[in-house]
């Protein structure tokens, strides 16, 4: 786990942990999700511009991954965060 993490950080760590946990592609989760591949792509990658997903994005990656919203932040990853301006 990274030291001195962002919240977003964090949470596209999480997203595609859960990901390979339930062995999705992009596309699939996109399929399952109705994100747009597009913004999941652009989402995860490393030189990503997206400073804050939103919410309702989440709720809707956690539908598609089958999972609850409260599990998706039952994770570790969330301890500690930096705060952000």
Same mark, same amino acid.
């Given at each position: 786990m990274e030291a001195n993490m962002t919240a977003q950080q964090a949470v596209v760590l999480r997203i595609k942990e859960l990901m390979k946990e339930k062995k999705l592609t992009i596309n699939k989760l996109a399929e399952l999700s109705g994100v747009h591949h597009s913004t999941l792509d652009a989402m995860l990658s490393l030189d990503s511009t @997206? %400073?804050?997903?939103?919410?309702?994005? @989440? %709720?809707?990656?956690?539908?598609?991954?089958g999972i609850s919203f409260s599990k998706f932040w039952k994770s570790k990853l969330f301890d500690n965060l930096d705060y952000e301006e």
């Open positions: @997206i %400073k804050n997903t939103g919410v309702t994005t @989440i %709720k809707r990656l956690c539908q598609g991954m």
